[in-house]
């Protein structure tokens, strides 16, 4: 590993985000009951990992870029392409609250799974340790804290 920006590494890291943009522009019709983390420490991890894998996805490097003929390449593409869909529901769905935890191709919490996946497979197509490192903390946090949103806070979404 070395120090040296990617721009394959900020590409990756970006192409999940326009949809986010486009949810904070149209947010759900229906009320979002506002809720906190169960503790500031899983907060700081999800959000410390976040940062830290978006780092070294961006600035570390393990070699030469890989080739794009290999299987993880197209498993990243895969589990960004079901995100992107699972939105797409949401967003032809009426913008509904519920939609945002309704299991998709009847996997829980599609929008904290498939993101993290997609980022597993990159960073481990990149060879990058580091980041991959990251992204476990981040995926194992954030699918808790969606979890515990969707299912064990506010039950109603779940059911729908």
């Not at 197209?74 to 032809?92: E, G, H, P, S």
């Not at 946090?141 to 729908?160: D, R």
Request: hydrophobic residues 50%; charged residues 10%.
């Amino acid at each position: 590993m070395y120090f040296k920006f990617s721009l394959l590494g900020l590409i990756i890291f970006l192409l999940p985000m326009p949809v986010n943009i486009l949810y904070m522009l149209l947010p759900p019709r229906d009320s979002v009951s506002q809720t906190t983390s169960p503790s500031k420490l899983l907060d700081f991890l999800e959000q410390g990992s976040r940062i830290l894998f978006a780092a070294a996805l961006c600035f570390l490097q393990s070699g030469p870029v890989p080739t794009l003929h290999h299987w993880l390449f197209y498993f990243a593409l895969a589990f960004l392409l079901l995100y992107m869909l699972t939105w797409l529901r949401y967003f032809t769905g009426g913008r509904k609250t519920a939609l945002l935890g309704k299991p998709f191709l009847k996997l829980p919490i599609p929008l904290a799974i498939f993101p993290v996946l997609y980022y597993l497979c990159s960073a481990f197509w990149l060879k990058n340790y580091i980041a991959l490192g990251c992204i476990l903390i981040f995926g194992i946090v954030h699918c808790f804290l969606t979890y515990q949103t969707f299912y064990k806070n506010a039950p109603s979404n779940a059911a729908s």
